[in-house]
Protein backbone atom coordinates (compact mmCIF):
# COMPACT_ATOMS: atom_id res chain seq x y z
CA UNK A 1 0.00 0.00 0.00
CA UNK A 2 1.33 3.32 -1.06
CA UNK A 3 2.06 5.77 2.14
CA UNK A 4 0.18 8.82 2.74
CA UNK A 5 0.54 11.45 4.77
CA UNK A 6 -1.48 15.18 4.76
CA UNK A 7 0.31 18.18 6.12
CA UNK A 8 -0.48 21.81 6.15
CA UNK A 9 1.14 23.78 3.18
CA UNK A 10 4.78 24.43 4.32
CA UNK A 11 6.95 27.33 5.28
CA UNK A 12 10.32 27.78 3.58
CA UNK A 13 11.71 29.87 6.76
CA UNK A 14 15.43 30.54 4.46
CA UNK A 15 15.62 30.57 0.81
CA UNK A 16 17.82 32.31 -1.93
CA UNK A 17 15.57 33.62 -4.22
CA UNK A 18 18.22 35.37 -6.67
CA UNK A 19 17.16 38.31 -8.90
CA UNK A 20 17.10 38.61 -13.05
CA UNK A 21 16.75 35.22 -15.11
CA UNK A 22 17.87 33.18 -11.70
CA UNK A 23 14.76 34.72 -10.28
CA UNK A 24 12.35 33.51 -13.09
CA UNK A 25 13.71 30.61 -13.17
CA UNK A 26 13.20 28.96 -9.52
CA UNK A 27 10.53 31.10 -8.01
CA UNK A 28 7.92 28.94 -9.28
CA UNK A 29 9.24 25.91 -7.22
CA UNK A 30 9.09 28.38 -4.14
CA UNK A 31 5.62 29.72 -4.71
CA UNK A 32 3.56 26.95 -6.04
CA UNK A 33 4.59 24.67 -3.04
CA UNK A 34 5.57 26.76 0.20
CA UNK A 35 3.52 29.66 1.84
CA UNK A 36 5.91 31.43 4.02
CA UNK A 37 9.28 31.88 2.36
CA UNK A 38 11.96 34.02 4.35
CA UNK A 39 14.00 35.48 1.76
CA UNK A 40 17.68 35.66 1.69
CA UNK A 41 18.96 39.49 1.47
CA UNK A 42 22.41 38.30 -0.34
CA UNK A 43 22.02 39.40 -3.63
CA UNK A 44 25.13 41.02 -5.19
CA UNK A 45 23.96 44.22 -3.93
CA UNK A 46 23.01 43.50 -0.03
CA UNK A 47 19.40 44.50 0.57
CA UNK A 48 20.65 46.80 3.73
CA UNK A 49 17.35 48.82 3.39
CA UNK A 50 13.75 49.13 3.57
CA UNK A 51 13.53 50.93 0.03
CA UNK A 52 15.84 48.36 -1.08
CA UNK A 53 13.42 45.38 0.38
CA UNK A 54 10.23 47.14 -1.08
CA UNK A 55 11.87 46.68 -4.88
CA UNK A 56 13.02 43.37 -4.62
CA UNK A 57 9.73 42.39 -3.01
CA UNK A 58 8.55 44.12 -5.95
CA UNK A 59 10.46 42.17 -8.30
CA UNK A 60 9.44 38.47 -6.53
CA UNK A 61 6.02 39.70 -7.29
CA UNK A 62 6.48 40.15 -10.58
CA UNK A 63 7.92 36.92 -11.04
CA UNK A 64 5.55 34.79 -9.25
CA UNK A 65 3.39 32.56 -11.16
CA UNK A 66 0.03 33.91 -11.08
CA UNK A 67 -1.51 30.41 -10.31
CA UNK A 68 0.84 29.91 -7.15
CA UNK A 69 -1.85 29.64 -4.60
CA UNK A 70 -0.94 31.70 -0.96
CA UNK A 71 3.02 32.54 -1.33
CA UNK A 72 4.26 35.42 0.97
CA UNK A 73 7.71 36.36 0.41
CA UNK A 74 9.48 38.08 4.16
CA UNK A 75 11.80 39.91 3.58
CA UNK A 76 15.21 40.48 5.62
CA UNK A 77 17.76 42.97 5.95
CA UNK A 78 21.41 42.09 5.73
CA UNK A 79 23.35 42.74 8.87
CA UNK A 80 25.99 45.38 7.44
CA UNK A 81 27.52 48.73 7.95
CA UNK A 82 24.76 49.79 5.47
CA UNK A 83 21.92 48.81 8.09
CA UNK A 84 20.81 51.66 9.78
CA UNK A 85 18.10 51.01 13.04
CA UNK A 86 15.93 53.41 12.67
CA UNK A 87 15.39 52.36 8.84
CA UNK A 88 15.04 48.82 10.32
CA UNK A 89 12.55 50.11 12.57
CA UNK A 90 10.55 51.65 10.12
CA UNK A 91 10.56 48.59 7.80
CA UNK A 92 9.68 46.17 10.49
CA UNK A 93 6.39 48.32 11.85
CA UNK A 94 5.28 49.10 7.94
CA UNK A 95 5.14 45.26 7.61
CA UNK A 96 7.73 45.00 4.82
CA UNK A 97 10.83 43.96 7.09
CA UNK A 98 10.58 40.74 8.95
CA UNK A 99 13.86 39.82 9.91
CA UNK A 100 17.83 40.71 10.13
CA UNK A 101 20.30 38.33 8.87
CA UNK A 102 23.80 38.05 9.73
CA UNK A 103 26.95 36.71 7.95
CA UNK A 104 30.17 36.36 9.00
CA UNK A 105 32.54 38.31 6.84
CA UNK A 106 33.86 36.11 3.58
CA UNK A 107 32.04 32.69 4.76
CA UNK A 108 29.54 31.87 2.21
CA UNK A 109 28.32 33.09 -0.86
CA UNK A 110 27.40 37.20 -1.16
CA UNK A 111 28.61 37.73 2.08
CA UNK A 112 31.25 40.56 2.04
CA UNK A 113 29.28 42.99 3.66
CA UNK A 114 29.20 40.92 6.43
CA UNK A 115 30.34 41.63 10.15
CA UNK A 116 33.84 40.72 11.56
CA UNK A 117 32.43 40.62 14.89
CA UNK A 118 28.71 40.27 15.67
CA UNK A 119 29.12 42.67 18.80
CA UNK A 120 29.89 45.39 16.72
CA UNK A 121 25.93 45.72 15.66
CA UNK A 122 25.40 45.87 19.08
CA UNK A 123 23.54 48.80 18.90
CA UNK A 124 21.65 47.41 16.26
CA UNK A 125 20.57 44.32 18.17
CA UNK A 126 19.39 46.72 20.99
CA UNK A 127 16.84 47.88 18.75
CA UNK A 128 15.43 44.52 17.67
CA UNK A 129 15.75 42.88 20.92
CA UNK A 130 13.27 46.12 22.22
CA UNK A 131 10.78 45.62 19.01
CA UNK A 132 11.20 42.28 18.71
CA UNK A 133 12.03 41.67 15.15
CA UNK A 134 14.23 38.29 14.96
CA UNK A 135 18.06 37.68 13.68
CA UNK A 136 18.94 35.17 11.79
CA UNK A 137 22.58 34.01 12.03
CA UNK A 138 24.89 32.46 9.58
CA UNK A 139 26.65 31.33 11.94
CA UNK A 140 30.13 29.74 11.21
CA UNK A 141 33.86 31.17 12.20
CA UNK A 142 35.68 32.50 9.32
CA UNK A 143 39.31 31.75 11.58
CA UNK A 144 41.33 30.18 9.23
CA UNK A 145 42.70 27.84 12.12
CA UNK A 146 39.86 26.38 12.54
CA UNK A 147 39.01 23.31 11.30
CA UNK A 148 36.13 23.60 8.43
CA UNK A 149 34.30 21.61 10.33
CA UNK A 150 34.17 22.68 13.34
CA UNK A 151 33.68 26.16 12.72
CA UNK A 152 30.14 26.15 13.58
CA UNK A 153 31.07 24.94 16.99
CA UNK A 154 33.45 27.79 17.49
CA UNK A 155 31.12 30.23 15.80
CA UNK A 156 28.29 29.30 18.56
CA UNK A 157 30.96 28.95 21.38
CA UNK A 158 32.96 32.64 20.35
CA UNK A 159 30.12 35.26 18.84
CA UNK A 160 26.97 34.26 19.42
CA UNK A 161 26.34 33.10 22.95
CA UNK A 162 27.83 36.33 24.05
CA UNK A 163 25.24 37.55 21.84
CA UNK A 164 22.55 35.45 23.66
CA UNK A 165 24.09 36.46 26.72
CA UNK A 166 23.96 40.30 26.25
CA UNK A 167 20.65 40.08 24.42
CA UNK A 168 18.36 37.21 26.07
CA UNK A 169 14.79 38.26 25.08
CA UNK A 170 16.21 38.85 21.16
CA UNK A 171 14.62 36.26 18.84
CA UNK A 172 17.65 34.25 16.99
CA UNK A 173 17.36 31.83 14.17
CA UNK A 174 21.04 29.89 14.06
CA UNK A 175 20.45 28.87 10.16
CA UNK A 176 21.20 25.73 8.61
CA UNK A 177 22.86 24.26 11.74
CA UNK A 178 24.79 21.35 10.03
CA UNK A 179 26.38 19.74 13.21
CA UNK A 180 24.97 18.62 17.09
CA UNK A 181 27.10 21.71 18.66
CA UNK A 182 23.96 23.28 16.88
CA UNK A 183 21.32 21.31 18.20
CA UNK A 184 22.74 21.56 21.85
CA UNK A 185 23.21 25.43 21.58
CA UNK A 186 19.52 25.59 20.32
CA UNK A 187 18.19 23.87 23.45
CA UNK A 188 20.62 25.58 25.79
CA UNK A 189 18.52 29.02 24.83
CA UNK A 190 15.30 29.45 24.76
CA UNK A 191 14.39 32.32 22.57
CA UNK A 192 16.47 30.51 20.31
CA UNK A 193 15.39 28.37 17.31
CA UNK A 194 16.87 26.71 14.25
CA UNK A 195 16.25 26.09 10.33
CA UNK A 196 17.53 22.81 8.85
CA UNK A 197 17.89 22.00 5.87
CA UNK A 198 17.09 18.86 3.28
CA UNK A 199 20.82 18.32 2.39
CA UNK A 200 21.89 18.28 6.19
CA UNK A 201 19.40 15.84 6.72
CA UNK A 202 20.01 12.98 4.26
CA UNK A 203 23.79 13.55 3.34
CA UNK A 204 27.20 13.22 5.30
CA UNK A 205 30.64 14.69 4.45
CA UNK A 206 31.74 11.08 2.79
CA UNK A 207 29.50 11.55 0.30
CA UNK A 208 30.55 14.97 -0.48
CA UNK A 209 33.53 13.96 -1.50
CA UNK A 210 33.60 10.15 -1.65
CA UNK A 211 34.14 8.36 -4.90
CA UNK A 212 34.52 12.08 -5.86
CA UNK A 213 34.03 15.35 -5.41
CA UNK A 214 30.25 16.22 -5.92
CA UNK A 215 29.72 20.13 -5.96
CA UNK A 216 26.47 19.13 -6.17
CA UNK A 217 26.31 19.08 -2.85
CA UNK A 218 29.11 21.76 -2.12
CA UNK A 219 27.67 24.19 0.47
CA UNK A 220 27.95 26.34 3.40
CA UNK A 221 27.99 25.02 6.14
CA UNK A 222 29.69 22.42 4.80
CA UNK A 223 27.64 19.11 5.20
CA UNK A 224 29.26 17.61 8.23
CA UNK A 225 29.79 13.88 9.71
CA UNK A 226 27.26 10.86 9.88
CA UNK A 227 27.55 11.35 13.50
CA UNK A 228 25.82 15.20 13.27
CA UNK A 229 23.54 14.03 10.48
CA UNK A 230 22.07 11.60 12.80
CA UNK A 231 21.89 13.94 15.93
CA UNK A 232 20.05 16.24 13.23
CA UNK A 233 17.81 13.64 12.25
CA UNK A 234 16.85 12.51 15.64
CA UNK A 235 16.12 16.23 16.40
CA UNK A 236 13.92 16.73 13.91
CA UNK A 237 11.79 13.69 13.64
CA UNK A 238 11.01 14.10 17.43
CA UNK A 239 9.08 17.22 16.55
CA UNK A 240 10.93 19.34 19.18
CA UNK A 241 9.33 22.97 18.65
CA UNK A 242 12.50 24.94 18.07
CA UNK A 243 13.51 23.35 15.00
CA UNK A 244 11.64 23.83 11.41
CA UNK A 245 12.26 23.27 7.93
CA UNK A 246 14.18 25.97 5.89
CA UNK A 247 15.87 24.74 2.53
CA UNK A 248 18.12 27.14 1.62
CA UNK A 249 17.51 26.72 -1.43
CA UNK A 250 20.81 28.47 -3.01
CA UNK A 251 20.71 28.14 -7.17
CA UNK A 252 23.85 28.55 -8.85
CA UNK A 253 24.73 28.07 -12.94
CA UNK A 254 26.35 24.51 -13.13
CA UNK A 255 29.41 26.61 -14.89
CA UNK A 256 30.05 28.13 -11.60
CA UNK A 257 29.46 25.01 -9.50
CA UNK A 258 31.55 23.02 -11.71
CA UNK A 259 34.46 25.37 -12.21
CA UNK A 260 37.54 26.28 -10.78
CA UNK A 261 36.66 27.48 -7.56
CA UNK A 262 32.93 25.64 -7.11
CA UNK A 263 30.38 28.03 -5.47
CA UNK A 264 28.63 26.90 -2.11
CA UNK A 265 25.19 26.05 -2.51
CA UNK A 266 23.06 23.93 -3.26
CA UNK A 267 19.03 24.24 -5.08
CA UNK A 268 16.72 22.28 -3.56
CA UNK A 269 13.07 24.29 -3.74
CA UNK A 270 11.93 21.47 -6.25
CA UNK A 271 12.49 18.40 -4.51
CA UNK A 272 13.56 19.52 -0.76
CA UNK A 273 10.29 18.60 0.50
CA UNK A 274 10.20 15.31 -1.10
CA UNK A 275 13.87 14.42 1.24
CA UNK A 276 12.65 15.43 4.03
CA UNK A 277 9.48 13.48 3.61
CA UNK A 278 11.64 10.38 2.98
CA UNK A 279 13.77 10.91 5.74
CA UNK A 280 10.32 11.29 8.08
CA UNK A 281 9.17 8.38 6.32
CA UNK A 282 12.53 6.00 6.84
CA UNK A 283 12.50 7.07 10.40
CA UNK A 284 8.71 6.07 10.63
CA UNK A 285 8.03 8.99 12.41
CA UNK A 286 5.51 10.66 9.25
CA UNK A 287 3.43 11.75 12.42
CA UNK A 288 5.83 14.85 12.91
CA UNK A 289 6.48 15.64 9.88
CA UNK A 290 3.86 18.56 9.82
CA UNK A 291 5.70 20.06 12.80
CA UNK A 292 8.90 20.12 11.40
CA UNK A 293 7.64 21.88 7.96
CA UNK A 294 4.90 23.90 8.81
CA UNK A 295 3.98 24.25 12.59
CA UNK A 296 7.32 24.94 14.58
CA UNK A 297 8.49 27.71 12.17
CA UNK A 298 5.31 29.40 11.88
CA UNK A 299 4.98 29.49 15.85
CA UNK A 300 8.45 30.60 16.00
CA UNK A 301 7.82 33.77 14.11
CA UNK A 302 4.47 34.45 15.25
CA UNK A 303 1.79 32.83 12.29
CA UNK A 304 -0.62 30.20 12.49
CA UNK A 305 -0.09 27.28 10.37
CA UNK A 306 -1.52 27.12 6.53
CA UNK A 307 -5.30 26.18 6.43
CA UNK A 308 -4.54 24.43 2.94
CA UNK A 309 -3.18 21.35 3.19
CA UNK A 310 -1.03 19.07 0.66
CA UNK A 311 -1.01 15.50 0.49
CA UNK A 312 2.26 13.57 -0.01
CA UNK A 313 2.55 10.38 -0.93
CA UNK A 314 5.08 7.87 -1.18
CA UNK A 315 4.77 5.99 -4.81
CA UNK A 316 5.46 1.62 -5.06
CA UNK A 317 6.81 2.68 -8.87
CA UNK A 318 9.29 5.04 -9.62
CA UNK A 319 8.17 8.47 -11.28
CA UNK A 320 9.89 9.98 -13.62
CA UNK A 321 11.42 13.46 -12.58
CA UNK A 322 13.33 16.05 -14.21
CA UNK A 323 17.30 16.46 -12.61
CA UNK A 324 17.96 20.33 -13.94
CA UNK A 325 16.31 23.43 -14.94
CA UNK A 326 17.27 25.67 -17.52
CA UNK A 327 17.97 29.69 -17.32
CA UNK A 328 16.43 31.61 -20.41
CA UNK A 329 19.64 32.14 -21.08
CA UNK A 330 20.68 28.47 -21.32
CA UNK A 331 22.12 28.29 -17.55
CA UNK A 332 21.80 25.05 -15.98
CA UNK A 333 20.74 24.45 -12.23
CA UNK A 334 21.12 20.92 -10.69
CA UNK A 335 17.95 19.86 -8.80
CA UNK A 336 19.03 18.05 -5.65
CA UNK A 337 16.54 15.32 -4.08
CA UNK A 338 16.31 13.69 -7.81
CA UNK A 339 16.45 10.64 -6.31
CA UNK A 340 13.90 11.03 -2.80
CA UNK A 341 11.31 12.84 -5.39
CA UNK A 342 10.96 10.03 -7.43
CA UNK A 343 9.45 8.27 -5.21
CA UNK A 344 6.80 10.58 -3.93
CA UNK A 345 3.67 12.57 -5.32
CA UNK A 346 2.43 15.81 -3.97
CA UNK A 347 -0.67 17.32 -4.89
CA UNK A 348 -3.23 20.14 -2.92
CA UNK A 349 -5.75 18.33 -0.77
CA UNK A 350 -9.28 19.40 -2.40
CA UNK A 351 -10.96 19.36 0.70
C1 LIG B 1 24.18 30.44 -0.05
C2 LIG B 1 24.12 31.18 -1.40
O1 LIG B 1 24.55 30.60 -2.40
O2 LIG B 1 23.61 32.30 -1.43
N1 LIG B 1 25.09 29.35 -0.15
C3 LIG B 1 25.15 28.26 0.65
O3 LIG B 1 26.06 27.46 0.47
N2 LIG B 1 24.25 28.01 1.57
C4 LIG B 1 24.53 31.41 1.05
C5 LIG B 1 24.32 30.85 2.44
O4 LIG B 1 23.19 30.74 2.92
O5 LIG B 1 25.32 30.48 3.07
ZN1 LIG C 1 21.36 30.46 2.80
Not at 56 to 77: G, V, W
Not at 210 to 225: T, Y
Amino acid sequence: MALTITIPRPDDWHVHLREGEMLDAVIGYTSLRFRYAMVMPNLSTPIATTDQAITYRKLIDQATPAESPDFHPLMTLYCSSQLEAIDLLHGYKEGIVKAVKYYPAGATTNSKSGGSSMMDFAHIFTTMQDAGIPLLVHAESTNPAIDIYDREAAFLEHELDIVCNNFPEMKVTVEHISTSAGVDFVNAHETVGASVTPHHLSRNRSDMISPAFHADLFCKPVINSESDRRILVQTVTSGSPSFFLGTDSAPHPTKAKYGKEAKAGIFNAAYGLEVVAEIFATENKLENLAAFTSENGAAFYGYTPAEEHLVLTREQVEIEVATHLSTESGNEVVLFGAEEASHWTIQASID
